[in-house]
């Protein structure tokens, strides 16, 4: 792994991980174009520079984040069934990110799904987190699990699951955005803890390998935050039928290129 590798995930990460195509499914791909996809850090740094990313939620929702007890148990209620599934399921979710045809076939299906959502669920009766009930956070946090698979989206999961439970777009969006910084948070401590287990007796991180994790999360956060000004803006204009269309075709391309011999896990 080098410093243009970095960059390259990085804005990878920050443009993705909060648009419903795959943040994680996208630099899989990235990663295995560029050769680097079986290195145990890039594995990490993939995971580890959603901190940057959620850092920018956090900045952007300052006020939200400093309102209400409230608020925060209902990310706890909703991030529940993630930690459950991630910790039962971590092995089976590691071999699954090593493979590139799985990333493909979850981008298309979620893809097709999100052509009809807005079809789906257009009676919208709850337009702000407060308005939010704690069995309604489960649910959504029930959506969530599904993107233990990559390709699937954390961000498209649990804003369908908002929208199915009547949130609004935005609000669904919104809830899905503040959801994450607890979720990734702890994806990111198991993550540093795996590693570290792996590696006893040595140093956690290389001098370098540090520099690349301060600046993978600069990058992600400040892109991000340009995201997810644009994310909502879109969001509330067109819906998800563009996001749908880019997934399938994303998703058909990678099928044909991996059906036709090349190599993307290498």
Request: with cysteine.
């Amino acid at each position: 792994m080098n410093l243009i590798h970095v960059i390259v995930l990085a804005i990878i990460e920050g443009l993705t991980e909060f648009l419903p195509v795959s943040s994680t499914g996208h630099m899989v791909i990235a990663s295995s174009f560029m050769g680097i996809g079986t290195e145990d850090f890039v594995k990490l740094f993939e995971v580890v520079i959603q901190l940057g990313a959620i850092l920018s939620v956090v900045i952007l929702y300052f006020k939200r984040f400093f309102k209400t007890i409230d608020f925060y148990l209902k990310l706890v209620v909703g991030v529940i069934p993630a930690v459950i599934v991630g910790v039962l399921l971590k092995k089976k979710i590691d071999i699954l990110l090593e493979s590139p045809l799985v990333v493909a076939c979850s981008l298309l299906i979620g893809g097709v799904i999100l052509l009809f959502v807005d079809k789906w669920f257009n009676k919208p009766a709850v337009k702000e987190e407060a308005a939010i009930s704690y069995p309604t956070a489960l649910k959504i946090g029930l959506f969530q699990c599904l993107a233990v698979i990559p390709g699937v989206s954390r961000s498209a999961a649990t804003i369908v699951g908002g929208m199915s439970q009547k949130l609004t777009r935005t609000a669904a969006a919104e809830f899905s955005f503040f959801l994450a910084v607890p979720t990734m948070f702890g994806a990111t401590v198991k993550e540093i803890w795996d590693f570290h287990k792996a590696n006893l007796g040595k140093p956690l991180f290389s001098s370098e390998q540090i520099e690349f994790l301060v600046v993978g999360n600069i990058i992600a956060f400040v892109v991000a935050m340009l995201a997810i000004k644009s994310f909502i803006t879109f969001l509330e204009r067109k819906g998800f039928k563009m996001f749908g269309w880019y997934r399938i075709v994303v998703g058909i391309v990678l099928i044909g290129l991996i059906l036709s011999g090349h190599e993307l896990s290498a």
